[in-house]
């Protein structure tokens, strides 16, 4: 789910006016990015302007941004770049990767092995904008508990945690996507996930989003939103009303469990 994990207070502010995502303080990203930044995820591909390294210095190039809390709470940016050539991870083969590679698979679900010997099971995707290979634990996938107010099963979430589709009565079909600026794909144009924090329901309302993986759809029929979405848009508009909301992404909290 897209909840938000970082605080506009807390970006590195210096650092994105350094590479021109930012003004006297004020950021210049669409909505999107900057949720997906929030969010703890990639933002679409864009120009990033002035970076310097040791020993190097461009000018502008096309990256994508993320970023991550060290040890110490300080939130750092990460620099996606576009890369001449993705390198291959150890855990996949050559047969593997060149799948990902052609789009001919979504994702591969690997089990690793982690410094302290403990299994670890992941997801791993291909980002064909930067040519990079993007892994995703699976433990830390936040699966939601209801769309459209449909509450989803224990298999359910475990499917959509391991990268597979998950498809509701209401035929809407979704599937969990770290290559995707939404962090999900479906083939609607929108959807409602909530998830139970705390005794109450928080809701994220997804629009505009991507078909799912290597699959085309009727846009007409895509547009077509059930009783449910629209439902769960109610709830989330008075849920609006009753509370200040402290997040953007239209992210509203709930008291109390349905």
């Known amino acids: 789910m897209d909840l938000i994990h970082y605080n506009e207070k807390m970006l590195p ?6 590479i021109g995502i ?3 303080g004020q950021l210049l990203l669409n909505v999107d990015d900057l949720k997906a930044l929030l969010s703890g995820r990639r933002t679409g591909l864009m ?3 002035n970076l310097e390294g040791e020993n190097i210095k461009i000018k502008s190039m096309d990256a994508k941004i993320s970023l991550k809390a060290d040890e110490s709470g300080k939130v750092n940016l990460l620099i996606h770049p576009v890369y001449r050539k993705p390198a291959t991870p150890s855990f996949l083969d050559d047969n593997e990767a060149h799948q990902l590679e052609k789009g001919e698979v979504a994702n591969f679900l690997k089990t690793t092995v982690d410094d302290k ?3 670890k099971e992941i997801l791993v995707e291909y980002d064909a904008e930067t040519r990079e290979f993007i892994v995703s634990d699976t433990e830390k996938i936040l699966a939601p508990d209801m769309v459209n107010l449909e509450f989803l099963t224990a298999a359910q979430k475990e499917n959509y945690r391991k990268g597979k589709e ?4 209401d035929k809407t079909t979704f599937g969990y996507s770290a290559s995707d600026t939404h962090g999900i794909r479906a083939n609607k144009l929108a959807l409602v996930a909530s998830i139970l924090i705390d005794g109450g329901l928080t809701y994220v309302v997804y629009k505009g989003l991507n078909m799912l993986f290597n699959q085309k759809r009727d ?4 547009a077509k ?19 200040v909301p402290n997040q953007i992404n239209r992210t509203y909290t709930r008291g109390g469990s349905r």
């Open 13 to 18: 502010i210096q650092d994105l006016e350094t």
């Open 22 to 24: 930012a003004v006297g």
């Open 47 to 49: 120009q990033l302007q």
């Open 117 to 119: 010997g403990n299994k």
């Open 166 to 169: 998950v498809t509701l009565p």
């Open 219 to 222: 846009e007409i029929d895509a």
């Open 225 to 243: 939103l059930s009783p449910g979405y629209y439902h769960a848009v109610q709830d989330a508009a008075e849920s609006q009303n009753q509370h």
